[in-house]
Every structure is written in C-alpha cells, then in structure tokens.
C-alpha cells in the first residue's frame, strides 16, 4: 500500500519585484519551479550556497511568502492560496518553523516558560495546568531544566536559545518541523548537541524534518533525501548517500569537493571541482585537502 507524502511541493516558484537605483523595477526569481515531497519521520535536507534559495524556499513552502506559482499539498491539503486565517487555524499547529538566530526568533521580554507555552496559550490547548506540564516536560525533551525555565533569552546561551526555540515549536506536536539553518550560528561542538537531539526527537515523535543547512557534513548526517539549489533551481536530489558518493551534476560535485576532509588519515592529494555555470564544461584542480 503506498502511503500518501506529508508535504507534496510541486513546480513551485516564488519571485520578487525590486527597483534598481533608478527606480526601474525588476523581477528576481528566487526559486524556480521546484518539487518535492516529504514523508513523514522523514528527513529532505536542502543544500546550496547562499542565494541558492534555500531559505525562500522553506519560507515559500511555510507560506511566510505567497507563492508565485506550483502548488503546496499538506497532509492532502491544498494550501497554496489559503488566507492567513485558515492558514492559523489548519496549518499553523501541524508544520513549525525553526529559525537561524536563535535570539531575534523569541521574544526578549518573555522567559523561556512563556516562550515555550505561546502556542498552547494561543491555541487553548489544555488549562493552566496541562499548560504548564506541557512545558516543563519541552524543557526536559531539550535538556533544560524547569528552574532555568524561568529565566529571559539573554540569560541563554546561543545553543540553549536554540533548544528554547525548538522546545517552542514542538509545543503543539507539530508533524513537520522546517529547520531554516538552525545550527549555523553556534559552536560546532554545540551543533552536535542540537543535531543529535533533534534526531531523538524525531525517533520519539516521529515529526519529519525540512533542514535548510550549507554545512554538508551536517545534512550528511541528519537527513534522509538531499535537494542541491543552485540559483534558485533543484540541480540534483535524491538518497543523501547516493548524492554524496555519486553526484551526477557538476555542481553538486563543485560543492561536495569543497568540502574539508576532517581526518589526518584521509587527507591528501585529491581533485577539486571548480563549477563554472556558464560553461558547459567544468574543470578540475589537483589540490591538497
């Protein structure tokens, strides 16, 4: 029996008017017909570098931005034209947004309680009670503790704020989670710490994951099925694996061959790929890694 995907994007566009210096408008097109899917616990990572689209494309997909063209299927529903109010009231609670700055994402005034309890209050899921069990067992989920819950963000560490923003959108048991670059501003030993509780949570929960990153080692071990931007287009996709130990296009291999080889016992001479997108050809350096 084959299931139907959580998310179904398809040929989905998203352009933007501006205006030159001389007051000329413009049209840049920032994500061009893309598609995908989205099976639920399951992990779409997508990669580029930035001005790929990434970001549009997450935010297009949570309807932050109205699309300019395609069409968004969740949970089989259609709601590429939804109004913000149907959007609040059928969409909102099943698919949460993580953002890249932990500390412009939350309220500064509100601590972490209220932060971590908004969507409860919002949506009056539960009495006071409930609400307050509802939270202090988010804070333990993200490895804090119910005394820190009554503490503001500036009080936080960028890594702990992460984990307060996470804790918040899991408030409603969301059924997707669309991570845009969420650990690309902390200490690499802290992104393993929310890589890793984020792949606990979604083996607890279940939740699958949209996770925009340009730190391939990360996606590499996170994510389930990979989609390579590249000027607002889906160059390549397909099983992270297979994209990363045979990429098919030259700029997915531009991008893996950037990479830096992080163990002393694999280092050495090895060929860089040097993409150049206005050229049919790409061409290869010999360097050491």
Do not use: C, W
């Not at 933007?16 to 099976?39: L, N, P, Y």
């Not at 990669?47 to 932050?64: D, P, W």
């Not at 994951?209 to 389930?224: G, K, T």
């Not at 130990?245 to 061959?257: E, V």
Request: hydrophobic share 40%.
């Amino acid at each position: 029996m084959t299931h139907a995907p959580l998310l179904k994007v398809t040929a989905l566009s998203k352009s933007f008017t501006v205006r030159d210096e001389a007051g000329r408008k413009g049209v840049i097109q920032a994500v061009k017909d893309v598609s995908f899917q989205v099976d639920r616990g399951r992990t779409v990572a997508v990669v580029g570098e930035s001005g790929s689209g990434k970001s549009t494309l997450a935010r297009t997909v949570n309807r932050f931005y109205e699309p300019s063209s395609g069409s968004i299927e969740f949970r089989g529903q259609d709601i590429t034209t939804l109004s913000d109010r149907q959007l609040g009231t059928s969409v909102r609670k099943h698919m949460q947004f993580v953002f890249q700055d932990p500390y412009s994402a939350i309220n500064p005034r509100m601590t972490a309680n209220e932060i971590i309890g908004e969507g409860l209050r919002i949506h009056r899921l539960g009495d006071a009670s409930a609400q307050r069990a509802r939270v202090a067992r988010l804070l333990d989920v993200v490895g804090l503790t119910v005394a820190q819950g009554a503490r503001y963000p500036h009080e936080f560490s960028g890594g702990q704020r992460q984990r307060i923003g996470i804790a918040r959108a899991l408030a409603l048991e969301p059924e997707l989670l669309v991570l845009d670059e969420p650990v690309s501003a902390l200490d690499v030993s802290i992104q393993a710490q929310i890589v890793n509780l984020l792949q606990d949570i979604q083996a607890e929960t279940g939740v699958a994951y949209i996770f925009i990153s340009h730190d391939l080692s990360v996606v590499r071990h996170i994510a389930d099925e990979v989609l390579v931007m590249h000027l607002g287009a889906v160059v390549e996709s397909g099983p992270v694996e297979r994209v990363f130990s045979d990429p098919q296009h030259a700029y997915t291999q531009a991008l893996l061959s950037s990479v830096p080889i992080s163990d002393p016992r694999e280092r050495g001479t090895r060929t860089r790929v040097v993409y150049d997108a206005g050229r049919t050809a790409f061409q290869t350096d010999e360097v050491a890694s």
